[in-house]
C-alpha cells in the first residue's frame, strides 16, 4: 500500500469564490531530493490576498484564475528523500509556500531552516518585514535621512518598524486613526493627511524634508501627496502599485512641478537575488537579508507578533478576507494555525 497525505490547499477559482481543495501526495512516489512539508502556521499578506480576492487587474501577464494566494509559511519536515543531507523529519522550514497544510518542495527550492527551540509564530511574519527592510535598502537610504511612509496597512507598519530598528526619524502618512498608537508605538510620527503636514515635517527636520518615501498604497491621490511631500532631490519607492484598481488618473501622474522641478527619483522595488551567492558578489540576497531579520527577532530587537490582529484557525481565511475587504476595522497581519 502507498503512502499518501491528504492536503489541503486553499485555491481562488473567482473573485471571492475561494475553496479548500483537497490533493494527495504520493511519499512513496517522491524523488531522492524532494522534501514533504505539513504547515504549522501561515500569515496573510492583506494587499497581496485581497487585491487577487476581491478582482483587482492583476499584476501580471497570466493566468489570473484558479490561482493559490500566500507566501508567509513556516512548516514542519515530515518525510525527506534519502538523498537529502541538509535536513531530517523533525526540522522547521521558512518558505513561499501557499495557505495550504501539506506540501512538497525540492532541496533546490528557496527555504530557511528554522532551529528548533525558536518562537515559531514569530518567524512566520519574517518575509512581511523584509518587504519593509527591501524598500529601505532600495531607496539607498543613509544615516540621517528623514522617512515618510503612506499607508498604515501591514506593510506600512512593518516598514515603519524596520525605518525606526534602523534609526532614521520616520513619518507615516494615514488618515485611519484607529492605526494612531499602533503607529506611535513604534517611535515613528502619526500624519493625518491634512495640508499643515509640511510645516509638523519642517519643524521636526529643521527645514529638510523628507529624503525618502515609502509608498505602499494603490490609490492616485496618495501617489500625488507622495509627489508634493518628498522634498527636491529625494527618492520615492513603491511598494505599493499606483493606480490598480482605480480609474485613470485625471492629472498626470508624472507632472513636471515635481518630478522634473524636483529631480525626484522614482524606483520600484530593486531584484532581489533568491540564489546562494558570496557576500563580496552580492551582499543584500534573499537569504543574507531573512537570516539577519530572524536574527533581530531572536534577539528581541524586533517584535514580529505586533504584526498580527488576530490569530485563528485556518478554516476562518474567508472570513478574514471578507473582514479586509470591508474595511471596517483596522487589521494587520491574521496568523493562519494549521495544528491542533
Known sequence: MKEKILSKVYTLNNPKELVLKEEFIEVDDLSDRQIVCETV?????????????????????????????????????ISVGKNIDCMQTGDYI?????????????????????????????LTSTYLFHLGYHSLLTADVRLGYNIGIIGAGTLGY??????????????????????????????????????????????????????????????WEDWFLALDAIQAGGTIVNLGFPGRGEPNSRNNPLDPQFVYQKSLKIKALSYLS???????????????????????????????????????????????????????????????????
Not at 502618512?173 to 491634512?194: C, H, M, P, R, V
Not at 551567492?277 to 536574527?295: A, H
Request: glycine fraction near 4%; hydrophobic fraction near 35%; proline fraction near 3%.
Open 41 to 77: 502556521y501561515s500569515a496573510i499578506s492583506p494587499g497581496t490576498e485581497v487585491a487577487a480576492y476581491k478582482g483587482l487587474p492583476p499584476l501580471k501577464d497570466s493566468v489570473i484564475y484558479p490561482r493559490i494566494l500566500g507566501y508567509c509559511n513556516l512548516a514542519m519536515v
Open 158 to 219: 512593518s516598514t515603519c518598524v524596520m525605518s525606526n530598528i534602523a534609526g532614521f526619524q520616520t513619518f507615516l502618512f494615514t488618515n485611519q486613526l484607529q492605526a494612531k498608537k499602533k503607529i506611535e508605538d513604534t517611535g515613528s510620527y502619526f500624519l493625518q493627511k491634512k495640508s499643515t503636514y509640511k510645516e509638523f515635517i519642517n519643524s521636526q527636520t529643521n527645514g529638510v524634508g523628507l529624503d525618502v518615501i515609502i509608498n505602499t498604497s494603490n490609490r
Open 94 to 122: 521558512l518558505t513561499f509556500q501557499s495557505h495550504r497544510s501539506h506540501f512538497v518542495i525540492k532541496d533546490s527550492d528557496f527555504f530557511i531552516k528554522i532551529e528548533k527551540d525558536n518562537d515559531l509564530k514569530k
Open 274 to 340: 533568491d540564489k546562494e551567492l558570496l557576500p563580496q558578489e552580492n551582499r543584500f540576497t534573499l537569504k543574507n537579508n531573512l537570516n539577519y531579520l530572524i536574527g533581530l527577532i531572536n534577539r528581541g530587537k524586533l517584535n514580529s507578533k505586533e504584526i498580527y490582529t488576530e490569530e485563528v484557525h485556518f478554516t476562518e481565511l474567508q472570513h478574514q478576507y471578507t473582514k479586509y475587504a470591508s474595511k471596517n476595522t483596522f487589521m494587520l497581519s491574521t496568523l493562519l494555525r494549521w495544528k491542533n
